[in-house]
């Protein structure tokens, strides 16, 4: 695995991976961040302490849109947390009105995702920008999480822990993330997309997560039977 690699950009991801079925949009460009306003005006990062970090941890779209230049990025796994369709979006990848769901780091288990050493002299820009893709309801904690890099280093990488306390902590059936998935919309796209990216990404990586893959292949045939074309009746021949 490559140890210098600039961060890529979203023409770096394929719209269809090859030989998988189904096409899936790129991925778009991020929204501009708008604060979430505050009865007075206050922004509601205030008083949350940035931590200081060197590594970030990425488990689901930040393996595939990092958004910041790193110069190591190693496979890894952490433990006392798995991944899971938890997190309420009402923003990137659905609306108030119809919520999408997206990835988080739940309680439990572990989780395999990739690592990135962010370049020195951008850690403190590249954490503030992460506090406000990430923190502006609150969803998440952010945790310094110990990982074993495969050299044997052991480092403190910066991850985004879902908080169960919280409104936009979800537990939904497998219907309903189906349902979510393969439906709403975003500022960011559709949802669909975004779980088809982050498995395809996974994949690329050697990270086999059964659950997503089930997901992502369902709604990669789903999309094929929407786009299919009808079938023409057989033509008919002679009299009657």
Request: aromatic share 8%; hydrophobic share 35%; net charge neutral.
């Amino acid at each position: 695995m490559p140890e210098h690699r600039r961060v890529l950009s979203i023409d770096d991801v394929p719209a269809k991976t090859p030989g998988l079925p189904g096409a899936v949009s790129p991925p778009a460009a991020p929204a501009p961040f708008v604060h979430a306003a505050h009865p007075e005006g206050v922004d509601p990062l205030d008083g949350i302490p940035r931590l200081p970090a060197q590594w970030i941890f990425a488990y689901g779209s930040l393996i595939w849109h990092p958004d910041f230049d790193h110069v190591e990025r190693h496979l890894v796994r952490i433990h006392g947390y798995h991944r899971a369709f938890c997190i309420n979006s009402t923003r990137y990848r659905g609306t108030p009105d119809e919520p999408g769901v997206v990835l988080g780091l739940d309680r439990g288990g572990s989780c395999h995702g990739v690592a990135y050493r962010i370049q020195p002299g951008e850690e403190e820009q590249v954490v503030e920008a992460l506090y406000q893709r990430e923190m502006p309801n609150h969803v998440y904690t952010p945790r310094m999480l110990p990982v074993r890099l495969p050299d044997g280093r052991l480092v403190e990488a910066l991850s985004f822990v879902a908080r169960r306390n919280h409104p936009s902590y979800l537990k939904l059936s497998r219907d309903e993330v189906m349902r979510r998935l393969s439906s709403c919309r975003g500022g960011r796209g559709p949802n669909r997309d975004y779980a088809i990216h982050t498995w395809h990404a996974l994949r690329e990586w050697g990270i086999e997560d059964a659950g997503l893959g089930a997901i992502a292949r369902e709604l990669e045939a789903l999309d094929c039977a929407l786009t299919r074309p009808a079938l023409k009746p057989p033509a008919t021949s002679g009299t009657s």
